[in-house]
Nanobody
Framework: QVRLVESGGGLVQAGDSLRLSCAASGRTFSIYAMGWFRQAPGKEREFVATVIWNGGGTDYADSVKGRFTISRDNPKNTVFLQMNSLKPEDTAVYYC????????????WGQGTQVTVSS
């Protein structure tokens, strides 16, 4: 199992930037990809971004393309989400997730970090 701990959330104004971090521990050798998801009040959890652990390929939700950047620091087992030009609709709890080599879906999840963007 991979343990994930997010940090970096907070309250910002529209147009500001935030960087989220997610530190992985445990069976990190098994990680195939890591991703960020978010869940706003009253809404279902949605995909935000993902990065392939070895290789670095990335993918983003259309709603964040051009504003958010996912990156990773493999030696430190950490993934980041740089969020620029934040909008009130980005307000949500952001979750870090990891997908193991043998899994189809993300199978490890962090506890979440709150991001609130005021207008």
């Amino acid at each position: 199992q991979v343990r994930l701990v997010e940090s970096g959330g907070g309250l910002v104004q529209a147009g500001d930037s935030l960087r989220l971090s997610c530190a992985a521990s445990g069976r990190t050798f098994s990680i195939y990809a890591m991703g960020w998801f978010r869940q706003a009040p009253g809404k279902e959890r949605e995909f935000v971004a993902t990065v392939i652990w070895n290789g670095g390929g990335t993918d983003y939700a259309d709603s964040v393309k051009g504003r958010f950047t996912i990156s990773r620091d493999n030696p430190k087992n950490t993934v980041f989400l740089q969020m620029n030009s934040l909008k009130p609709e980005d307000t949500a709890v952001y979750y870090c997730a990891a997908r193991s080599n043998w899994e189809i879906n993300y199978n490890s999840w962090g506890q979440g970090t709150q991001v609130t963007v005021s207008s």
